[in-house]
């Protein structure tokens, strides 16, 4: 299980105010100066100008500049302070009362999955929701992993978790890993990363140095055995678009929909 978000505690580095973040954004992006300009209506000495620290730049350049470096909402925040500017984009608890709505449509949507197993993760990895199909999925896991707040990650990989009952589970973990270092590699989360050490410090379940090599046809399944059953499953992940407050941009659901036609046909029995 996993998901594309970043945990609250993501914070830019760099020295010497916005400049250099920026251009580590732009440079990250593969963009020269002058086709950062060129798409957020400016000039490529204007850039400069603003990587250098000759410039200060307005609030709604940065947000222009971020948004064309498709930065995230959080680090665009850490941009606008850099630059001496409050911050744009509120961080609301998901349990504020202003967030009802949003949590009841992700409700509707877990429950309009099954029996398709799916969850609501934040940005580090938190399980905030999930279905019955998630629910019976962890039947047999052990206490400690249960205890909130669940971490699908842990639950995952951890050798007491889901980790022994996964067919190909080094192919499984390398997926999560790289997606753990892909969301890492732009920014800098301290519980992120400690994550991510973490899970990859778990011991290898037993047979877990074996390859089994199951592959789809145009992406990776995640094997499960199941009350006996051995079930495949495709992951897709959902996320909002064009999100407007920091904690909304980190959500994510995952959803693992039938690799084959006999997962499809076992689930009703299985989940219901």
């Given at each position: ?59 709604e ?17 850490a941009?606008?302070l ?6 744009h ?28 197993p ?15 199909g ?101 992951s ?13 941009s ?23």
């Amino acid at each position: 299980m996993g998901s594309v978000a970043v945990d609250a505690s993501t914070r830019s580095t760099g020295t010497g105010g916005v400049g250099p973040l920026l251009r580590h954004w732009r440079e990250r992006a593969g963009l020269s100066q002058l086709e950062l300009a060129l798409r957020a209506d400016s000039s490529a000495r204007h850039i400069s100008f603003v990587e250098t620290g000759r410039t200060r730049p307005s609030p709604e350049m940065v947000l222009r500049l971020a948004e064309h470096l498709d930065v995230p909402v959080r680090e665009r925040n850490a941009l606008l302070l850099a630059a001496g500017h409050a911050p744009h984009y509120p961080e609301t608890p998901v349990d504020d009362p202003s967030l009802a709505a949003l949590r009841g449509g992700l409700e509707r949507m877990l429950t309009a999955y099954e029996p398709y197993p799916a969850l609501v993760v934040n940005g580090r990895y938190e399980v905030l929701a999930a279905n019955r199909g998630i629910a019976a999925f962890l039947e047999g896991t052990a206490e400690h992993l249960l205890r909130p707040p669940l971490n699908a990650m842990r639950l995952t990989l951890h050798p007491d978790g889901l980790a022994p009952r996964i067919r190909n589970f080094l192919e499984w973990r390398e997926h999560l890993l790289e997606q753990m270092r892909r969301q890492l590699a732009p920014l800098r989360s301290a519980p992120l990363r400690e994550l991510y050490e973490e899970v990859t410090a778990y011991p290898l379940p037993e047979g877990g140095a074996e390859r089994h090599g199951a592959e789809g046809p145009f992406a990776l399944p995640m094997v499960i055995e199941h009350r006996g059953h051995v079930l495949s499953f495709f992951s897709t992940i959902t996320t909002f678009n064009t999100p407007m407050d920091v904690t909304v941009s980190e959500l994510a659901m995952e959803t693992f929909v039938p690799a084959d036609p006999e997962t499809a046909a076992l689930l009703p029995e299985l989940i219901g």
